[in-house]
């Protein structure tokens, strides 16, 4: 990476940022000497598996239409709109609306938005640690302060509504909450998110919910009640991401769900931040919805059998102990408390050839842990991994 200082000021909120921290953990591949066989790599969360063939080639034709090379409505277009909308709707039993969807380059630029939306510089949030890195990156380059919220292995990392009522203060804007949750793979129980909801609704602040990892859930019972209370969109904000459940990472798109008067707000930002989201993608997923829901629900019955096989996986190996495991990760305490996080991490990549990240990329106190993306790779794999980590003293 270049070093040189960059050739004029910038924004010092943004000088202040750490790098990106998965290219450094990438980096720990080219220094394994494959002796412990191939690397196996569980740093960053993706897709094991491609799109299904038919979507590929729905994909393919609506890149043959001109009109996916023209500009688009600023929202999304309103079939995936109205797409989003109903399968929510379909899986959280509640009727939501067209109206109340706006489509965004992926879940991180929906956060970007709704931060934007939220709060300006000086405001606070409430921000459990660990946290997913490129949220708290986002509120330290917006200048929003983040209060943080301790969520503890005793009780499988589930932040507590009580701490955080505590938290609350004149200039809090919102409470932001990810489940199931990245890094720790938690799911927070349904009577816990309503809690939140129902604390933010007193204190009149917002709650932040990012679900990207929805689908991995069990399909016969909704992750949360909040859409069925009709005054949901007085409180919730929902983020949304296609990358995962969809397979399609490279084609960013994610969604917000909000009220009406919410995303007529966000309107102005997406036109400036862009002008409206890629299009070839964006009416293959409204028929993805309904035609792939199959091919959607089988990999999110593997993402359950990966992670049982995880579980089974640590339990095998001494000292190292799994404290959550849920949708696409596992947040594992390793078993030296004298050394760093990164350190074992490292070590972990070239003595062991297992990539996984140091718990620390994903907030303060978090030196004992590392995040182990275990939707990365097969069952068969994952099985391999007890071997691995004994090679490491
Ligand atoms: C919690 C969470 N939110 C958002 C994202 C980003 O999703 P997208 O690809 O839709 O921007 C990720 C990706 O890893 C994530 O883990």
Redesign the pocket.
């Known amino acids: 990476m270049n070093a040189l200082p960059p050739p004029f000021s910038l924004n010092r909120r943004v000088l202040a940022v750490d790098a990106p921290p998965i290219p450094e953990a990438q980096a720990w591949k080219g220094l394994y000497s494959g002796d412990a066989g191939p690397m196996i790599d569980l740093s960053q969360?993706v897709p094991s598996t491609p799109p299904p063939t038919a979507m590929l080639e729905m994909l393919a034709r609506a890149a043959l239409n001109p009109e996916a090379s023209r500009y688009g409505p600023i929202l999304g277009d309103p079939a995936l709109r109205a797409a989003h909308a109903a399968e929510t709707g379909r899986l959280y039993q509640a009727p939501l609306r067209e109206a109340e969807v706006a489509i965004t380059a992926?879940?991180?630029?929906a956060?970007v938005t709704v931060m934007m939306a939220l709060a300006g510089a000086g405001d606070r949030v409430i921000l459990p640690v660990p946290w997913?890195f490129?949220h708290r990156m986002v509120l330290d380059m917006l200048g929003i302060e983040a209060d943080i919220l301790q969520a503890r292995p005793e009780t499988g990392f589930v932040p507590d509504v009580a701490q955080a009522a505590a938290l609350i203060g004149p200039s809090t804007r919102a409470i932001i909450l990810?489940t199931p949750n990245?890094p720790t793979g938690a799911i927070y129980p349904p009577p816990v998110i309503e809690a939140f909801a129902t604390l933010c609704r007193a204190k009149g602040i917002a709650l932040v919910l990012?679900e990207?990892y929805r689908d991995f859930l069990d399909p016969g019972a909704p992750p949360h009640r909040l859409f069925q209370d009709a005054r949901w969109s007085e409180t919730l904000i929902s983020l949304y991401?296609?990358?995962k459940a969809h397979a399609i990472?490279g084609h960013?798109l994610?969604a917000i769900l909000a009220g009406e008067a919410v995303i007529r707000e966000i309107a102005k930002l997406l036109d400036c931040i862009q002008i409206c989201p890629a299009r070839v993608a964006q009416g293959v997923v409204a028929r993805a919805i309904d035609s792939e829901r199959g091919w959607r629900e089988a990999q999110g019955a593997e993402l359950a059998r990966r992670a049982q096989a995880t579980r089974e996986a640590f339990a095998r190996v001494p000292g190292w102990q799994l404290h959550s495991a849920g949708a696409y990760f596992a947040y594992v305490a390793h078993p030296w408390p004298q050394r760093s996080a990164a350190e074992v991490a490292r070590r972990l990549a070239l003595e062991s050839g297992v990539l996984a990240l140091p718990g620390p990329y994903f907030g303060t106190g978090q030196e004992r842990h590392l995040r182990f993306a275990f939707a990365n790779v097969g069952i068969e794999t994952l099985r391999a991994l007890p071997e691995r980590l004994q090679l490491l003293s």
């Open positions: 969360a992926g879940c991180n630029q956060f997913y490129n990810v990245n990012d990207t991401s296609f990358s990472p960013r994610g």
